[in-house]
């Protein structure tokens, strides 16, 4: 995967497979997925003879997993699932620095994020990996932007902060963007959301290997002049900016959530 894609191109995002020599420390959510797959295609061939051929067909991580540890149960997977869900955090100070091994960690993550449901199959997400010149000249469309309803010294402050920030990756939508307003189970919205639920998998799956997340939809995204600055072709349609790399400061906390469960789940006869 090339960090610095050429101005102007399409970036080209080399998948990885799930295996254990791309993932880094800490993201034992990614190997719980896989075992727990792994163990529920077993489970339920296995009155057929067919649990260890499911278990050989499984992604290398599982397989690997399977062996060493006889003790891995859906539970033990479960909770481990649940403990990125609920530890992700949205991430606001970052290190300078990406840290070692991010390559090998975002490719991991974009293999999640291209799982994710998406009805018709279409595939509509788009990823691209910004260098320093592309980030750059977003930034200075920002600060453009700013300094046009905040004024100068507020643009030089948020110029200043958004090239500090160490990694970009645009996530698009196939399309031009048109139809979101139609039909609730158009192609259009189907798809949007599709995109949406990949960007959560790429930031928890992304959490999961020690790498903090900010999901921005700030104006500078959806200006006109966006697509050029970046690098993304005309027939795709921004969702939001990825900033990523290792989170700085303290842990941000879990939020209070206002609604509890009684709240916002409601049984029916």
Partial sequence: MSAHPRSGAQPSLKIAPLATSSLPLGSALLGALMLAGAAMLARRHASSGAGCRALSSAPPIARRSAARSSATTPQA???AVCDALLGRRTVNQFARALPEGWESALETALTCAVHAPNHRRTEPWRFHLLGPEAARRVCELNAELVAASKGEAAARKKLERWLAMPGWLVVTCVGSGEGLDDAPNSRAREDYAAVCCAVQNLC????????????????VNFDPRFNEAAGVPEDEYVVGTIWFGEAAGKPPLRP?????LDAVLTRHD
């Fill in 77 to 79: 997977a479960s909770l």
């Fill in 204 to 219: 928890v799956a992304l959490h999961a290997g020690g790498i903090g997340t900010k999901w921005s939809t700030g104006g």
């Fill in 256 to 260: 209070v959530k206002r609604l509890g």
